[in-house]
């Protein structure tokens, strides 16, 4: 456990952009996010006591979600929002280049006949969620086609009917959980075929025995 939020602390190599949004949802418990804005985002009515334990008890959470090498480079920052802008400055670069990384991931994602789908919509939507962690939206709309694009030759037919029936598919949840059900439905038939095979063998064996 890095902390007793059970946050995974930032190590200066571990993903940035997924560190920052999970430090945000700790400042958020901590009803304190207001401080990586500067005073200037605190409501008038608070005092300036209330203020200075804000900064410090947002500060305070960000120290114990930092390794010791990192917390040396920014240990010196007096607030909280100076902090999170020497972390921003020290680890954007490599935060931008995973973006730039990421995007070209997804639009060349291919879906292959050899792996199980759903282990195939587990990697796809692991580049989505990745790149959401870094702040790069994509439209529902977009995903979906995306999706539909990577698939392989043995659904095209399901494309088809999903790119222009539509079938009432207008999200890429619903396109995924079409997905999903058409392989369970070829996994049954398929085992339904094995039985019926292994029967009129067992048929044919116990036919001839009789004989």
């Given at each position: 456990?890095?902390?007793k939020w059970d946050i995974e602390k930032f190590t200066g190599t571990n993903d940035f952009g997924l560190w920052k949004v999970k430090m945000q949802a700790v400042l958020i418990q901590q009803k304190c996010e207001k401080a990586l804005k500067g005073e200037g985002a605190f409501p008038v009515t608070m005092t300036q006591a209330e203020k200075t334990d804000m900064v410090d008890k947002a500060r305070s959470a960000i120290v114990l979600c930092l390794r010791y090498k990192v917390l040396w480079d920014v240990a010196k920052e007096p607030t909280a929002m100076s902090m999170w802008s020497k972390l921003e400055s020290l680890y954007m670069t490599k935060y931008l280049a995973q973006r730039q990384f990421l995007k070209p991931q997804l639009y060349a994602f291919k879906m292959v006949e050899s792996k199980a789908v759903t282990e195939q919509l587990t990697e796809f939507n692991k580049i989505l969620d990745d790149l959401e962690n870094i702040e790069m939206n994509l439209e529902d709309e977009d995903k979906e086609i995306l999706l539909l694009r990577a698939l392989s030759r043995s659904f095209e037919s399901f494309k088809d009917t999903m790119l222009n029936g539509k079938a009432g598919a207008d999200t890429l949840e619903k396109v995924q959980a079409a997905l999903r059900t058409n392989e369970l439905t070829k996994s049954k038939d398929l085992r339904e075929d094995e039985k019926?095979?292994?029967?009129?063998?067992?048929r044919g064996n116990g036919g001839g025995r009789g004989n």
């Amino acid at each position: 456990m890095g902390s007793k939020w059970d946050i995974e602390k930032f190590t200066g190599t571990n993903d940035f952009g997924l560190w920052k949004v999970k430090m945000q949802a700790v400042l958020i418990q901590q009803k304190c996010e207001k401080a990586l804005k500067g005073e200037g985002a605190f409501p008038v009515t608070m005092t300036q006591a209330e203020k200075t334990d804000m900064v410090d008890k947002a500060r305070s959470a960000i120290v114990l979600c930092l390794r010791y090498k990192v917390l040396w480079d920014v240990a010196k920052e007096p607030t909280a929002m100076s902090m999170w802008s020497k972390l921003e400055s020290l680890y954007m670069t490599k935060y931008l280049a995973q973006r730039q990384f990421l995007k070209p991931q997804l639009y060349a994602f291919k879906m292959v006949e050899s792996k199980a789908v759903t282990e195939q919509l587990t990697e796809f939507n692991k580049i989505l969620d990745d790149l959401e962690n870094i702040e790069m939206n994509l439209e529902d709309e977009d995903k979906e086609i995306l999706l539909l694009r990577a698939l392989s030759r043995s659904f095209e037919s399901f494309k088809d009917t999903m790119l222009n029936g539509k079938a009432g598919a207008d999200t890429l949840e619903k396109v995924q959980a079409a997905l999903r059900t058409n392989e369970l439905t070829k996994s049954k038939d398929l085992r339904e075929d094995e039985k019926s095979e292994d029967l009129s063998v067992s048929r044919g064996n116990g036919g001839g025995r009789g004989n």
